[in-house]
């Protein structure tokens, strides 16, 4: 289906640039036969008004139909650039050069347009600064445009829990927000592996002209059982009670795990989950205080008693 899709895409630029183009033609440039060319043809017919006035006529849109953008990948502007490089400009008919400025400027104005945007949106999110800093440079905007062109990054980062700062060249993948925070998951080429960076604690960030592929990396199952957006190593399943007062606001939480949940006759929810990342579980739970209790597992309810005690004895000095 995917293949159709970009067939008839690639259909619709052919005839935009040759009106009147065969079907044989088209049949040439996609690399596939005649008659599908046809079926094709009956599906475009369906969204665009093509023109077919006899045989042997081609195909043409009518009115003033127009694909628009232009839409060229950093390969396709490239060659294009080259284009003049390669020919003999004495032998082209005139209007080649006007021609191909219109169709440059197009394309620059495009990504322009694409940069003005990725600029308005990352002017709209407002991006915390940690409180150790003064003033916190938003790279968001060059990772955003990182992750849509697929290019690698230069960066350089501070890992808070090591107190340790390194250059990394880091393929982005994903933008991921979490509790007013931005992290970007990624595959780090120091690691040989995918990472978890939390934005904020970039030093830089450059766009290189190095293009990555991320092949079949599959960002849900990367996450599943991750609660928030740091991955454990081990799976546990708990199981919580959350009093009548707080259980419709549970319901309500846009998770990015699949919890059981089951109504209870006082009101209450039992809540069931799976996770890979105890810490991060367990900071949501604390949240409701007295309103939610751990039943499972029982390693992890001893353990927190044995917190609250400490609270307590802290607390009673």
């Not at 005139?94 to 322009?112: C, I, L, N, Q, W």
């Not at 190593?233 to 259980?247: C, D, P, Q, S």
Request: aromatic share 12%; net charge positive.
């Amino acid at each position: 289906m995917i293949d159709k899709v970009i067939r008839i895409f690639n259909i619709i630029n052919a005839i935009q640039a040759n009106p009147g183009i065969s079907a044989k033609d088209l049949a040439f440039k996609c690399d596939v036969n005649i008659r599908t060319i046809y079926r094709d043809m009956d599906i475009l017919e369906l969204i665009a008004p093509v023109s077919r006035e006899g045989r042997g006529t081609g195909y043409r849109f009518m009115g003033k139909f127009f694909l628009y953008p232009l839409n060229f990948t950093e390969q396709e502007a490239l060659v294009f650039s080259l284009l003049p490089s390669m020919l003999d400009m004495e032998k082209l008919p005139p209007g080649f050069d006007t021609a191909y400025d219109k169709v440059m400027g197009t394309h620059r104005k495009e990504k322009s347009h694409l940069n003005n945007i990725i600029e308005d949106i990352t002017g709209i999110i407002q991006m915390g600064t940690p409180a150790y800093r003064k003033e916190s440079p938003n790279f968001l905007q060059p990772i955003i445009q990182a992750i849509l062109e697929q290019k690698t990054i230069d960066t350089v980062y501070h890992t808070q829990y090591r107190n340790e700062t390194t250059e990394r060249k880091i393929d982005p993948y994903y933008l991921v927000p979490r509790d007013q925070r931005f992290y970007l998951i990624g595959y780090c080429h120091s690691k040989q592996g995918i990472r978890t960076f939390r934005i904020s604690r970039f030093q830089k960030v450059e766009i290189m002209d190095q293009p990555f592929d991320k092949g079949d990396f599959n960002i849900k199952q990367y996450l599943k059982n991750t609660w928030s957006v740091d991955r454990g190593e081990k799976n546990i399943t708990f199981k919580v009670r959350f009093n009548a007062e707080v259980a419709r606001y549970i319901k309500e939480e846009e998770l990015f795990v699949h919890p059981r949940m089951k109504d209870e006759k006082d009101g209450s929810l039992i809540f069931e989950v799976t996770v890979n990342n105890e810490k991060e579980f367990l900071r949501w739970i604390l949240q409701y205080g007295a309103s939610a209790e751990i039943l499972e597992p029982k390693a992890v309810r001893e353990s927190l008693k044995e917190q609250l005690s400490q609270w307590i004895r802290m607390y009673q000095k």
